[in-house]
């Protein structure tokens, strides 16, 4: 059985409140709101109506307004404001709208209650693009397409429900591989210059280096999953050098978010930092690497001419040749693992 839950929109909760734009509402947030909001959406996708607003009397209005709205609707499952999606949706119109951040706190009240009502013109938006009908639980081949239909947004974005066993595994395979590319680059003098501009592009000098400050980044995201917090603070220059290569101030709209992905962390100010998306970060040094090697790859014309494409020869070379071979020589040169043949 598929179970669907409704994404709250604009005119489910203000039915008589004629909608704005979602950047009018963001404009009337407090610039500290604003940044505050992202790293709160990526650490609290549940957030819901019902746990929204800090003033009692704003909670029990929304609550009684969405009460209203599911008994006129027959909706028996409670419906839902924040997804991981519409998280990064208001990350990626807040990043890249700084001009927007400039005015200062009004009220909680009036900063919660904008925010809010960006997220449901977000899943207006969102809802709009999801629509199929006639389902019904005999049409099953429809049911499994409303599915993956209601999925489809969230598909290749590297977002997780078990984030904490998620998380962590990713974080063990990201650290091996990581060190993996580092074996093969220095594995060949033909890659050096690549290792060393894909170095630079972390602002760091080395690969011992790099693979510090990329632990380093991982404990502060598992200091932050365990004590609930979605911000911290570096000192160290070295490190504050390795994060900011990962912040951009040109943040651009994108339906695969593929600027967020390139810039998953973002600045605060005053050595402090805030995430975008927890497996974001880590897929910067996992499946966007490759990517910034093909950059770095394209522009070294002895190189392509030599090893021809570059899927052709990151696949054949490192994800086959090096990686797979290691991690397979790895698992079966034990002594409890023996060759059994499989001829009859």
């Known amino acids: 059985m598929v179970k669907v839950l409704q994404r709250l929109q604009f005119e489910n909760v203000f039915p008589d409140e004629k909608p704005k734009e979602v950047i009018d509402y963001l404009k009337n947030v407090s610039r500290e709101s604003l940044l505050m909001s992202i790293g709160f959406c990526s650490k609290n996708p549940g957030t819901n109506f019902d746990n929204f607003f800090s003033n009692p009397d704003l909670h029990n209005q929304v609550v009684q307004r969405v009460k209203d709205y599911s008994k006129a609707n027959s909706i028996i499952q409670k419906p839902r404001v924040i997804s991981k999606y519409a998280g990064l949706k208001l990350a990626e119109l807040i990043l890249s709208n700084k001009e927007i951040l400039n005015n200062k706190r009004i009220s909680v009240d009036e900063d919660e209650m904008n925010l809010f009502k960006a997220f449901l013109l977000i899943n207006t938006q969102l809802n709009a693009h999801q629509k199929l009908n006639n ?39 990201t650290i091996h591989k990581v060190e993996e590319l580092f074996k093969f680059l220095n594995s060949n003098l033909d ?49 504050l050098k390795f994060l900011l290569s990962m912040t951009s101030d040109n943040i651009m709209l994108d339906e695969d978010f593929t600027h967020l992905k390139n810039n998953p962390i973002y600045f605060l100010g005053e050595n402090r930092f805030s995430i975008v998306n927890y497996f974001f970060v880590v897929d910067k040094f996992y499946r966007s690497t490759k990517f910034k090697l093909k950059e770095i790859y394209e522009s070294k014309d002895v190189i392509k001419k030599k090893y021809g494409n570059f899927f052709g020869f990151f696949n054949k070379e490192f994800s086959e040749n090096f990686l797979m071979k290691n991690v397979l020589d790895d698992i079966f040169n034990k002594e409890d693992f023996s060759l059994v043949s499989t001829k009859n």
């Open 191 to 239: 890659f050096e210059e690549i290792k060393n501009e894909f170095l630079n592009s972390f602002s760091v000098s080395s690969e011992e280096e790099f693979i510090v400050q990329m632990k380093y980044l991982f404990g502060q995201l598992l200091m932050s999953i365990i004590s609930k917090g979605y911000a911290f603070e570096v000192q160290d220059e070295a490190s």
């Open 135 to 173: 389902l019904n639980d005999d049409n099953f081949e429809k049911l499994v397409d409303f599915n993956l239909v209601l999925k489809f947004p969230e598909s290749d974005l590297a977002l997780f429900e078990e984030d904490g066993i998620e998380f962590l595994k990713l974080v063990f395979c």
